[in-house]
């Protein structure tokens, strides 16, 4: 039972920073497209950003570009988001997933595998 686990979440101030973490277990995961998804109270899921599984290539949403990095550690097998620049919209429930495919992709329906999801609050 492969599962994601995503960590980091917490309550900031607008303008600050918080790093998620997303970790798989032993080499799950290893090759496929990782992304970071969220949902805020009373909205549909949207995407974030995602990675590819070497990490080569990356897309963020137009909404998150220029604040927001995903990046990827092969050898811990972790995925993070380097958030900064927070906003009150930012806030919501952050998940990250793992695609059947190594192809960075933004289609929510790629990906296969769920973290739990970690929240992230900003305030004003």
């Known amino acids: 039972q492969v599962q994601l686990e995503e960590s980091g979440g917490g309550l900031v101030q607008a303008g600050g920073s918080l790093r998620l973490s997303c970790a798989a277990p032993?080499?799950?995961?290893?090759?496929?497209?990782m992304g970071w998804f969220r949902q805020a109270p009373g909205k549909e899921r949207e995407f974030v950003a995602t990675i590819s599984g070497y990490g080569w290539d990356t897309r963020l949403s137009d909404s998150v570009s220029g604040r927001f990095t995903i990046s990827r550690d092969n050898a811990k097998n972790t995925v993070y988001l380097q958030m900064n620049s927070l906003k009150p919209e930012d806030t919501a429930v952050y998940y990250c997933?793992?695609?059947?495919?190594?192809?960075?992709?933004?289609?929510?329906?790629?990906?296969?595998?769920w973290g739990q999801g970690t929240q992230v609050t900003v305030s004003s």
């Open positions: 997933a793992a695609a059947r495919r190594a192809g960075a992709t933004t289609s929510e329906n790629e990906y296969d595998y």
């Open positions: 032993g080499r799950a995961f290893s090759n496929s497209a």
